[in-house]
């Protein structure tokens, strides 16, 4: 039951988005504008979210049918702790970014992003470092130089990443 609520959930917040996105000012020099982006990520959370709900009724449909009676559902085991852990990643690693692109810059953010999840999924740590540097450096071109994104170079290395520029 709680993956046919957080299905919703996705749903609900995908056409939120689709509808925000659609307010967004047109450009008449391009073909698509500043909502295409959003758009596409809220059409992604709405074919998420339904593809969760209805596999939440799909097994719950298939465990009635098995049992032969209907039983009060529980919520399941709860969590442990490393389970716990791993569900508050992903908003710290978000908010870990908001606050510490603008000082240490959005390539060394995400490299420590990035080394920090694959250590925590048991990744050996020069892999991990590899990785997460190999990784970093391409998201950083691809956004900076080929799709013009302004991405926050930091103020611990005075604005220039050395190795790059």
Known sequence: MRDFVTGLAFVIAGVATIITAQQFPTLPSLQYGPSLFP????????????????????????????????????????????????????????????????????????????????????TVPWVALVASLLVALAIYFIFSRYLLVPLPQGVLIEGRLPWIF
């Open 39 to 122: 758009s596409i990520v809220g059409a992604g959370f709405c074919i998420g979210g339904a593809v969760l709900a209805a596999n939440a009724l799909w097994n719950r449909k298939r465990a009635v049918v098995q049992q032969g009676v209907v039983e009060v559902t529980t919520l399941g085991e709860p969590t442990s702790g490393r389970a716990g852990l791993a569900m508050l990643l992903p908003p710290v690693a978000i908010l870990f970014y908001i606050f510490a692109s603008d000082y240490i810059g959005a390539m060394l953010t995400m490299t420590v992003i990035m080394f920090v999840l694959m250590i925590l999924r048991k």
